[in-house]
């Protein structure tokens, strides 16, 4: 496989969507593969939430490499590996098939992008909703749910809990703000962690936002409960305003089902994107009901919360995202993506 290939493959997968603008993985190209390598830090066994995040992102990653592969005529076969003693997360082996139906969502690739804007109708029609099912059917272990009546309600509930806990607890308050690039101007883009533009925040809100990253500002004000307020606007007004609201869930072991959550989330992603809608994810309710470190995860009683209520919700199954989905203007930043080359291992990684 020639190196243009490889490195095409390669940039479609750096497309996939990640929690903060950047993957936890390096490239390593080989004579008819390319083998993901963890980056050091998610190697040494990070924060179970941030792992959790890292797995989602790299089930879309590999699945967006596997739709560029099929346009370039290529077959591909994913082996995954347990990350442990530094070995690969993943390796994705290539062979030539020209004549093997080529899947239209890669088009949707370079399209994709996360849109924080408020959403409105109308709603999703009958087709629109056929063409999403079909894209995130294929992955075994990965289940769409559309939220509807009391389901969305509950939803609902527990996303601004959730929300609103982002902004009570030190460290998720630290892990949210670490990833918004406050040396950036609103009308900026970058292309590494968050400009603070993409967030699509009402002018008026801006002068109070910056100043909420100081967690000694923060903490006496989540006293008096403006936590809650945050959570509102954060969480529950964009996702009650949104014509559709769903979630990806899986019936597997939760780091086999991040995984194939994540490749079912970008499939349906690509396919909303080639229908002209606007999506989001909305993480923290899924991921905060995860075993963490005590003084980096959410508190006993939302963990206790959040479990109760997506059992009922969707029972058997483990949430891995949730999303929100409609018609909106396009946003007003798009974030880029840093070069391909920084995601190529070195000569000295790739000998060690």
Do not use: C
Request: hydrophobic share 45%.
């Amino acid at each position: 496989m020639k190196r243009e290939t490889q490195l095409d493959i390669a940039h479609a997968g750096i497309l996939a969507p990640s929690a903060d603008n950047d993957h936890v993985f390096r490239f390593e190209f080989l004579d008819a593969s390319i083998r993901l390598w963890p980056i050091a830090e998610f190697a040494a066994n990070p924060e179970p939430l941030r792992r959790m995040l890292g797995l989602v992102a790299l089930g879309a990653v590999v699945e967006n490499m596997q739709l560029r592969a099929g346009e370039l005529g290529f077959s591909s076969q994913t082996q995954w590996f347990p990350n442990d003693a530094g070995g690969p997360l993943a390796q994705v082996n290539f062979e030539v098939a020209p004549t093997e139906p080529v899947d239209e969502l890669a088009q949707g690739i370079p399209q994709r992008h996360t849109n924080r804007r408020m959403y409105h109708g109308p709603a999703l029609d009958a087709n629109e909703t056929r063409l999403l099912d079909a894209a995130a059917a294929p992955i075994e272990g990965a289940h769409l749910m559309w939220l509807q009546g009391a389901a969305r309600k509950r939803a609902l509930g527990l996303i601004w809990r959730a929300e609103s806990e982002r902004f009570l607890r030190k460290a998720l308050h630290e892990d949210l703000f670490s990833s918004v690039r406050f040396d950036l101007s609103w009308s900026e883009t970058a292309d590494r962690a968050l400009p603070p533009g993409s967030l699509e925040i009402e002018p008026l809100m801006r002068p109070m936002f910056k100043p909420l990253r100081h967690w000694a500002l923060m903490r006496p004000l989540s006293w008096i409960g403006v936590h809650r307020l945050i959570g509102l606007r954060a969480g529950w007004l964009p996702a009650w305003q949104a014509p559709a609201l769903g979630a990806i869930t899986t019936s597997l072991p939760i780091e086999q089902g991040a995984v194939a959550g994540g490749a079912a989330l970008e499939r349906l992603w690509l396919r909303a994107s080639l229908l002209g809608l606007a999506m989001q994810p909305l993480a923290a309710s899924a991921v905060l009901m995860q075993p963490s470190n005590a003084e980096h995860g959410a508190s006993e009683s939302l963990k206790s919360a959040l479990a109760e209520g997506w059992a009922d919700i969707a029972p058997g199954k483990t949430p891995v995202m949730v999303f929100r989905m409609g018609h909106a203007a396009l946003p007003t930043i798009i974030s880029g993506r840093r070069p391909i080359n920084d995601y190529l291992m070195t000569t000295q990684q790739a000998t060690r």
